[in-house]
């Protein structure tokens, strides 16, 4: 005797069903990508090597008679100037290339909800730099410990406050760079406004002597996430950082959002 089984259409399963669905879908696509086995590596490489100049550099100049001590775990934390741009790129790749492709419209049909098609990968991108957030930040600080000597001498709890800082922050610039991939929708587009948000802005910006300008700088994700990273106190805390760093995620994913909602894949 045969038996006939029933499936449950997709519009009336469970929420709940339907998101984990999603989230395993986009992660599956970001495993099988090159990028993700190539962009990785590449940024914990850049890390390590980043991590390893600057405790040398700290160590040289504090046996000069500078004061240079700071301890290994911030300075893996400055080394992610290096290694965000890494996961930036990931990250707009990850949505860019699909429409490069022409792989987003079987992504749309699997998933046809936009809001959550985008949500989905939000959420793998964002663990996903979480936690090469909290390893970069350890690993740098294998590297940069002994590099820097007795100038990089350093607590657990600071340890724990970098690799947290930088898992937050990485994470958040992921979900960042996933909003700027979906408005833009070009990869080279894309990568270069991630060079200037990270690179560029930083750097230009407190050349102006306008003082609402370079207070204006001090809120860029870059420096919002030095603060965070390192509990300083100056010229905000770690909760307004984390707040700044917040608001921008939502800017960003919000007019991705708006683009693919208002646009046809």
Do not use: H
């Amino acid at each position: 005797m045969s038996t006939i089984q029933e499936t449950t259409p997709a519009s009336i399963r469970p929420a709940r069903t339907r998101w984990a669905g999603a989230v395993a879908f986009e992660a599956t696509k970001l495993a099988s990508l090159r990028s993700t086995r190539i962009i990785l590596p590449l940024a914990l490489l850049g890390q390590a090597a980043l991590a390893w100049l600057l405790g040398s550099s700290a160590q040289a100049s504090g046996e000069n008679g500078y004061d240079t001590a700071m301890p290994a775990p911030f300075i893996a934390f400055v080394s992610l100037q290096l290694s965000q741009l890494f996961i930036a790129v990931f990250a707009a790749l990850s949505i860019t290339s699909e429409y490069g492709s022409g792989t987003i419209t079987t992504s749309l049909q699997a998933i046809p909800v936009r809001f959550r098609f985008l949500g989905a990968k939000a959420a793998v991108l964002g663990s996903i730099g979480f936690v090469a957030g909290a390893v970069l930040v350890g690993a740098g600080t294998l590297v940069a410990a002994p590099a820097a000597g007795s100038y990089g001498q350093f607590t657990p709890g600071q340890l724990a406050t970098a690799m947290l800082g930088a898992g937050t922050y990485l994470g958040l610039l992921a979900m960042m760079m996933l909003g700027l991939g979906a408005l833009l929708r070009s990869s080279a587009g894309a990568v270069t406004a991630a060079f200037v948000l990270l690179f560029g802005l930083p750097q230009v910006l407190p050349l102006f002597t306008v003082d609402a300008v370079q207070e204006a700088a001090g809120y860029l994700p870059t420096n919002a996430a030095a603060v965070l990273g390192t509990a300083a106190e100056q010229p905000y805390g770690p909760d307004t950082a984390l707040a700044v760093l917040a608001a921008w995620t939502v800017v960003f994913l919000g007019a991705g959002y708006a683009a693919l909602r208002g646009r046809d894949s």
